[in-house]
């Protein structure tokens, strides 16, 4: 399973940031290819937020 990575941060508070983990459905590659349009996606009507970096990754056998 593919997981896009998110890391969010309030407007108001840049410093105020979290990390979003959300299920890519595609490969690494698709990821890689699309995960830009995916996390803008994700934002959209999100205003009091901004997007400051996203990842790609695998996840191999979570125990969370």
């Not at 593919?2 to 407007?11: G, H, K, S």
């Not at 979003?20 to 698709?30: L, R």
């Not at 699309?34 to 125990?63: D, I, V």
């Amino acid at each position: 399973m593919i997981a896009l990575t998110l890391l969010v941060c309030l407007n108001s508070t840049p410093g105020d940031c979290h990390q979003e983990n959300v299920a890519f459905d595609g490969s690494i590659m698709q990821c890689a290819l699309f995960g830009q349009a995916a996390a803008a996606e994700r934002m959209r009507g999100r205003p009091k937020w901004h997007l400051a970096r996203y990842s790609c990754s695998t996840r191999r056998g979570s125990n969370a």
